[in-house]
């Protein structure tokens, strides 16, 4: 079965613009949640996606938006790039999402986009 | 309010044991993810805890005491490949994620 992948690995934008990433969720899998990772801050949840809808979301401004098409990949766009944008982004899928109870929800996550804003 | 948290950081010697602590305020609880994640790569799944006590898997093993809201990550034997970051996550209404404690192996 394959992994979770995310394009690009690597990005480098200037402050101002804005950046489109991708994520291939595992097959089968209808849950996608995005994240971003910083050394000091840790993981920080931006949104997660289940079945083409937004389910929950983070404390992240507008500039941050995602969207999930019915195979289950997923897009996350940031406009406006500041400095402080610079982060690893992964994103992570599972069977049923991590929203409310239910049954075990192991998050599979992929390997992260690591962007850079000068 | 929600929140959860570990240390920054530990050191531990090759060979002996290390337990590194979680503690959660979440709204609703589920059950509590322990992570690992080596430098520059993706967190990998260690373990789940739903109910209290003492689950062992190999050299990890994990403890959740729901009604005082934490948890401990137990590594026995440590390894050099041990080095790396533990994440804990609690699992509410939304899955919370601690900063995570840097593991640092001495030989």
């Known amino acids: 079965k394959a992994g979770v992948t995310q394009t690009p690995r690597y990005l480098i934008k200037t402050r101002g613009q804005q950046v489109t990433l991708s994520c291939s969720p595992i097959?089968?899998?209808?849950?996608v949640s995005w994240y971003q990772q910083t050394p000091g801050q840790g993981l920080q949840f931006l949104f997660e996606?289940?079945?083409?809808?937004?389910?929950n979301k983070g404390n992240f401004p507008g500039r941050f938006s995602g969207r999930q098409f019915s195979n289950s990949r997923s897009e996350m766009n940031v406009s406006t790039l500041e400095l402080g944008d610079s982060a690893l982004y992964l994103c992570?899928?599972?069977?049923?999402?991590?929203?409310?109870?239910?049954?075990?929800?192991?998050?599979?996550f992929g390997p992260g986009t690591r962007l850079t804003v000068l | 309010g929600q929140n959860i948290d570990q240390p920054t950081e530990m050191t531990a010697t090759e060979g002996a044991i290390v337990q590194i602590n979680c503690t959660y305020q979440t709204s609703g609880f589920n059950g509590l993810f322990w992570y690992q994640q080596h430098a520059g790569e993706a967190p990998t799944f260690l373990s789940y805890?739903?109910l209290d006590g003492l689950e062992e898997k190999g050299r990890f093993s994990s403890f959740l005491s729901r009604s005082k809201g934490y948890s401990y990550l137990l590594l026995k034997e440590l390894q050099m490949k041990d080095s790396a970051s533990y994440l804990c996550?609690?699992?509410?209404?939304?899955?919370?994620w601690g900063a995570g404690t840097k593991l640092i192996i001495k030989p």
């Open positions: 996606y289940f079945s083409e809808t937004q389910r």
């Open positions: 805890n739903v």
């Open positions: 992570a899928s599972s069977s049923s999402g991590t929203s409310g109870s239910g049954p075990y929800n192991e998050q599979f």
């Open positions: 097959s089968g899998h209808r849950s």
């Open positions: 996550a609690a699992w509410g209404y939304q899955l919370i």
